[in-house]
Each structure stands twice: as structure tokens, then as C-alpha cells.
């Protein structure tokens, strides 16, 4: 899926951690794209504010595109992720607006992005929750490649 981009080169010290709130879908799928897209070289967690405790399988579809394990990815809170951290994130990334007014101080101060995208796992209608699925993992990989491609990670 991709391409060697000189600009990639320089990320191994990244650290990005992706956040929202049931840490079931969008910031699952961010995280494995950016593991995916990233080559390897950008150091990803995601984590939730009230995760879900599980990976919802739609998402697990969409991450089946990619080339990584998907029984890797689990369900995690945020004060999971951080107590588990080895070193400040660099870059912090809230996909959903209630993580975003419900994620306060980090450690180190990271630089902050939000992508207040649309929930696909509000959808109760099969067909049109993996529409939505799809859509939002196009979206992700889109904004993730733009900011592997310019360097910003």
C-alpha cells in the first residue's frame, strides 16, 4: 500500500497517540494505518476516554485492507496508555469531539491535532455501517498519509 517517501525517514523518533472515546473503531483504525502507512517507523498507541473494552469487528474488516496483524489492536484507556508509556507522545490526536473536551494536560505538553470525525459504529444497519466503515477509514488514511508525506510525524 505504500510507497518509500523519503520524508518518512525521519519519524522513528515519533510518537503519536490517537484518541477517542470508546477506542473501538476510528482510533483503532488510525492507529493500524499509521503502523501501515508509517512503515513501521512511527512509534502508535491509540487509547479511549470510556473505551469499550473490545475492537468492533467493522473495524477489524477495514483493517484486514492493511498489511499488519489485526489481533494485535485491543480496546485501552487512555490512563492505560499513559501509565504504560515509555516516553511522552509527540503528537496527540483526537478523533471524536467528546475525547477532545475530555482529554486534559498530557505529559510532556505533545502537540495536539482533531479530526472530529463521524462515529461509523453508530450505524445499526449493516450495509450502511460498513459503508461508513469504509468511509472512515479512507478519511483516516487520507489525513495520515498527508501528514507522513509533509514530515509533520
Known amino acids: 500500500m505504500a510507497t518509500h517517501n523519503p520524508a518518512r525517514d525521519n519519524l522513528a523518533s515519533r510518537r503519536v497517540l490517537v484518541?477517542?472515546?470508546?477506542?473501538?473503531?476510528?482510533?483503532?483504525m488510525a492507529e493500524?494505518?499509521?503502523q501501515a502507512l508509517g512503515e513501521g517507523a512511527v512509534d502508535v498507541a491509540s487509547a479511549g476516554s470510556a473505551p469499550t473494552g473490545r475492537v468492533h469487528p467493522l473495524a477489524l474488516e477495514q483493517i484486514r485492507r492493511l498489511p499488519v496483524d489485526?489481533?494485535?489492536y485491543?480496546?485501552?484507556?487512555?490512563?492505560?496508555v499513559l501509565n504504560a508509556a515509555?516516553?511522552?507522545?509527540?503528537?496527540?490526536?483526537t478523533v471524536c469531539d467528546h475525547a477532545?473536551?475530555?482529554c486534559g494536560a498530557l505529559p510532556g505538553e505533545p502537540n495536539r491535532l482533531h479530526w472530529g470525525l463521524p462515529d461509523p459504529a453508530a450505524h445499526q444497519e449493516t450495509q450502511e455501517a460498513r459503508r461508513a466503515f469504509s468511509a472512515c477509514f479512507d478519511e483516516l488514511?487520507?489525513?495520515?498519509?498527508?501528514?507522513?508525506?509533509?514530515?509533520?510525524?
Open 74 to 80: 485491543s480496546s485501552k484507556s487512555l490512563s492505560t
Open 70 to 72: 489485526p489481533t494485535r
Open 86 to 93: 515509555e516516553a511522552p507522545f509527540d503528537l496527540v490526536i
Open 32 to 34: 493500524a494505518l499509521f
Open 141 to 153: 488514511s487520507q489525513r495520515i498519509s498527508g501528514l507522513l508525506d509533509a514530515g509533520l510525524v
Open 100 to 102: 477532545a473536551q475530555n
Open 19 to 28: 484518541v477517542c472515546t470508546g477506542n473501538s473503531a476510528r482510533s483503532i
